[in-house]
RNA sequence: GGAGGGGUGGCCGAGUGGUUGAAGGCGCCGGAUUCGAAAUCCGGUUUGCGUGCAAACGUAACGCGGGUUCGAAUCCCGCCUCCUCCGCCA
């Protein structure tokens, strides 16, 4: 979310940051509306707060008057309060509604971008930052992950559309072991060296967690809603565990020693997928559920950039000990997700495919999200005087996905007999060198 | 699912409807004392919003929401949540 002070006071910077969005036209309306309502909530707001007064010490004297055993003179000053509580009664009305639009407002607008994301419209203008591995030259046509996974019993897709339909799979035996072992392995790296505190966290949240961390109010049609409220309040299955973990400290005020808080989290992720029909019909890439190792920071404003980098080198990290060619791409001004400032996309080469996919997507989100759910820090002391507190800085990353991951590791690793290299650091996990088909 | 008891500041813990943003204690910060420290003493120590360059002033907040009242932490209603006991259950 915008602050709506920071709109208001300089919305030419914000109609930039939108131009540069590609914005409708309907978010361009919403910064003239929130201009116009700011003014008039602060001549509401003084106005209020003067009636409260009055209505203070009219009250105060009531009371010394009763006291005084002045009866009379209190009744009368009774009448005096009624009129004014009546006119607070209208400001307050006026005031409420207002507030409900300027939130309303504020909430769908985009996150201004880092001053270092490039122009551009589509993914097409994303610049490549860094490219990783050579893709393998096969002697033998590479088969795509369905074939591969099929073929070696270990992914079965047709019974998995007995239980729920299309994008839904199965996982059996090493299929189901490999899974396991991306998800330790990946725990196990981002625990250690990287120094992330694990945590396991609720798979249901409440409404107001994912406009916490951006998820609504504008996209409500990503997610599936339970049909019966949790606890009395809407619920939603979480789309990547970014929407608990992030909102684990909302509505705090953090010391600046725990400053940055790193987690790392797995979970399964719930899509609808509402819109993509026809793409990624078949197999891993685009599914319903998946588990995801995901890493969440939370820092100082000063520091988050810093952040970034490090946060997509881990992810990075994950891509190089697995052996699999990737490159990491910066994403353009128009392809920068809604709530985030600035955004690296690590996509993983797919040999079935002759290109590079999306498996990771690092964000720094500035104040955007905590802003949202009022996540706060106090910055350590200044000259001996206590800082007030301020909106800390939010991030976060696959690290990484494991059906995608899963693919990847068919594809790059399968060899002319069917056969599924296993990488070296997954094998104390997976338990064996080489995934065989079935009759081998 | 049934019965009962709680939710007050960083923590513990008072609070009769009217100088209670909130006693007292702990913790923390500053100062005094000390060669230094401990102990002791003095002072300070929530957040949001508005006006203001600032100092400051005003206003709001005692789980959340509503109600009664001139005035609510205090009375009433609904909800959330925590704890104890019974039942059920992975």
Redesign the pocket.
């Known amino acids: 979310m915008l602050d709506p002070?920071a709109v208001a006071d300089d919305p030419e910077a914000i109609q930039h940051n939108l131009r540069r969005r590609h914005a409708d036209d309907e978010a361009f309306a919403a910064v003239d509306r929130i201009v116009a309502l700011s003014s008039r909530r602060?001549v509401l707001?003084?106005d209020r707060?003067?009636c409260?007064?009055a209505?203070?010490?009219?009250?105060?004297a009531?009371?010394d008057l009763?006291k005084a055993g002045k009866r009379d003179e209190a009744e009368a000053m009774?009448a005096e309060?009624?009129t004014n509580?009546a006119r607070i009664a209208e400001l307050e009305a006026e005031l409420d509604g207002l507030e409900v639009e300027l939130r309303h407002l504020a909430l769908s607008l985009p996150n201004v971008l880092d001053p270092s994301v490039p122009d551009g419209h589509s993914d097409a203008d994303n610049p490549v930052v860094a490219t990783w591995g050579t893709p393998r030259a096969f002697d033998f046509t590479p088969k795509a992950h369905v074939e591969v996974g099929e073929a070696l019993g270990i992914l079965d897709l047709e019974r998995a559309a007995k239980l729920t339909g299309a994008r839904f799979s199965v996982l059996k035996g090493l299929g189901a072991r490999l899974e396991r072992a991306l998800m330790n392995f990946f725990l196990d790296l981002h625990t250690g060296t990287n120094g992330y505190t694990e945590v396991m966290v609720p798979y249901m949240v409440h409404a107001d967690i994912c406009e916490g961390t951006g998820q609504l109010p504008k996209f409500a049609g990503d997610m599936f809603k339970l049909a019966e409220p949790v606890?009395?309040q809407d619920t939603y299955l979480i789309p990547t565990a970014e929407v608990p973990v992030t909102n684990l400290h909302r509505e705090e005020?953090l010391d600046d020693a725990q400053l940055p808080v790193k987690m790392v989290c797995f979970t399964p992720c719930f899509r609808s997928e509402a819109g993509s029909a026809g793409r990624d019909v078949r197999g891993l890439i685009r599914v319903h559920q998946f588990h995801k190792v995901e890493l969440v920071w939370l820092t100082r404003p000063e520091d988050s950039a810093d952040a970034h980098e490090q946060l997509v080198s881990h992810a990075e990290q994950a891509l190089q000990a697995l052996e699999l060619p990737y490159r990491k791409v910066l994403l353009c001004a128009g392809d920068t997700g809604f709530g985030a400032a600035r955004c690296y996309d690590l996509e993983v080469w797919l040999p079935s495919q002759q290109a590079f996919r999306e498996v990771s997507s690092c964000s720094n989100f500035h104040d955007f999200q905590a802003r949202r759910m009022n996540l706060?820090y106090?910055p350590a002391d200044v000259d001996?005087k206590?800082s007030?507190?301020q909106f800390a800085h939010t991030l976060n990353g696959s690290g990484l996905p494991l059906g995608r991951v899963l693919v990847a590791i068919l594809e790059n690793h399968q060899q002319a007999d069917g056969s599924v290299v296993v990488p070296e650091v997954l094998r104390p996990y997976v338990g064996t060198d080489v995934i065989r088909p079935p009759s081998a």
Not at 55 to 60: E, I
């Open positions: 002070r602060n707001v003084t707060d003067g409260r007064a209505r203070n010490s009219l009250s105060k009531i009371g009763f009774k309060v009624a509580n606890n009395g005020i706060r106090r001996g206590k007030r507190p």
